[in-house]
């Protein structure tokens, strides 16, 4: 299986979250971007530093 890199803006809710939910429970990576970083600790809790690079906006 090919694991893919995601560059996500808007991951802390909405379209943007649902897509980098879908990607993380793919299997792939995701860089995600939010107004507010401290938003994506969960998916970083929940997946791990190695698989979510939260990055401001």
Do not use: C, K, N
């Amino acid at each position: 299986m090919t694991e893919f890199t995601w560059f996500i803006t808007g991951s802390s809710r909405g379209f943007g979250r649902a897509l980098a939910e879908a990607a993380l429970r793919h299997g792939d990576r995701v860089a995600a971007t939010a107004r507010t970083p401290e938003q994506l600790d969960d998916l970083i809790a929940e997946y791990g530093a190695d698989r979510v690079v939260a990055l401001p906006l």
